[in-house]
């Protein structure tokens, strides 16, 4: 599947993974777009649906994937205001990239602490 944009795929049936990526969109240059992966064609993309049920997936245009807090620290690092950038070159950066890691995986397994699951819709 061609794309025109670079595609960010999270999970839209959790509260936390939309504020967190509502903050995130906010603060990049529009080059990503946003979407949840319950509304996408997984398939098509070759990202599995297990996979996005643990992690945030950036689909660039040129068909690299980046997941979890590497999805993140790269749609950080387009963005045109230098603190932000400055935070995704961080995020993607030795040595505090094993640090972002590991706070990315804290917080997606406890994202039901964090205003996590909201109820599933009957139409997905």
């Known amino acids: 599947m061609a794309l025109d944009k670079d595609l960010f795929l999270f999970d839209g ?29 997984t398939d098509a993309l070759g990202v599995s649906a297990a996979a996005l049920e643990q992690k945030a997936v950036l689909v660039a245009t040129d068909g690299r994937r980046f997941d979890g807090h590497l999805a993140y620290g790269e749609c950080l690092r387009r963005s045109p205001r230098r603190d932000v950038n400055l935070l995704g070159r961080l995020i993607l950066e030795e040595p505090t990239r094993e640090v972002s890691r590991w706070v990315y995986g804290w917080a997606s397994k406890n994202r039901h602490r964090l205003g996590g699951q909201a109820a599933r819709s009957a139409a997905g």
């Open 13 to 41: 049936d959790c509260r936390f993974c939309a504020r967190s990526v509502a903050w995130l969109s906010a603060r990049t240059d529009g080059s990503v777009t946003f979407r949840a992966w319950q509304h996408v064609d």
